[in-house]
């Protein structure tokens, strides 16, 4: 019989920033399905935020990353491997663009904010996803965040389009890539938040209220919603779900 909870799995959730975070969202339902965590912090700054967040969830494991230093990303996985030797699951919920890159034209971007954003944005994803490959021996399910601004031009999203754009198609080839080793990939596309994250966004306020009047459902989703998509896809049961990018907005991706 299909096991539908997570007790036995180990996770990594990389992205908790504070307690409105999607990483938080997803890091609740996790271990409220019975998996057991390892948590990030970005710095020392975000840290006081984190640690009270990962003695919540029992966090097993909690190490600062920023995932711009490739020795502490390093010394993360090498913690995991020698703490667990196994990871079934991982979260990658990050993203960053300057602020006069984002808040401007895609036209106007600089190239090395371009470069920064997708630095951080998508190829951290392939690099986690590469550490993660000899942990998961037995299979295991690779997540990350996008937007719908990657699939079709969103008023104000500006230079994060393009980013999270990249970030689906690395999706879709690691998919392809890792399948055979029974690794799945996805990416989880939420629709609008009220997060830190999202308020670099020039009228993000805006966002929020179309998608409230708007959306098929008429009303925005919460982390709690990401949180439960999230766990469905660290488990057994989406087994055979791979290379996608599943909206969890209320619909809103369906409108024109």
Not at 40 to 53: F, G, S
Not at 60 to 77: C, H, K, T, W, Y
Not at 120 to 139: D, N, T, V, Y
Request: glycine letters at 10%.
């Amino acid at each position: 019989m299909l096991n539908t909870g997570l007790q036995g799995k180990k996770g990594l959730v990389v992205g908790i920033a504070n307690e409105h975070s999607i990483a938080w969202g997803c890091a609740r339902a996790l271990r409220a399905a019975g998996a057991e965590l390892a948590v990030t912090w970005l710095n020392d700054k975000a840290r006081p935020h984190v640690e009270p967040l990962a003695r919540q969830v029992q966090a097993a494991i909690a190490l600062p990353l920023d995932v711009g230093s490739d020795e502490q990303m390093r010394a993360l996985f090498d913690a995991i491997g020698a703490q667990w030797g196994q990871l079934d699951f991982l979260v990658h919920s990050i993203a960053f663009a300057p602020k006069q890159d984002l808040q401007g034209r895609v036209a106007d971007s600089s190239a090395a904010g371009f470069a920064q954003a997708m630095d951080i944005s998508c190829h951290s994803f392939l690099r986690m996803a590469k550490l993660a490959e000899p942990l998961m021996q037995q299979g295991g399910s690779l997540m990350t965040m996008s937007y719908l601004g990657a699939e079709e031009v969103i008023g104000d999203y500006g230079l994060m389009g393009p980013v999270k754009a990249a970030l689906e198609s690395s999706v879709r080839y690691l998919a392809a890539e890792l399948g055979p080793a029974g690794i799945r990939v996805n990416a989880i596309s939420p629709g609008p938040l009220a997060t830190r994250a999202a308020s670099g966004i020039a009228h993000f306020d805006r966002l929020l209220a179309d998608a409230a009047q708007r959306a098929p459902l008429r009303r925005l989703v919460d982390i709690d919603d990401v949180g439960a998509l999230c766990a469905f896809l660290a488990g057994d049961a989406a087994r055979a779900i791979t290379g996608g990018t599943l909206y969890v907005d209320a619909g809103y991706h369906i409108l024109n």
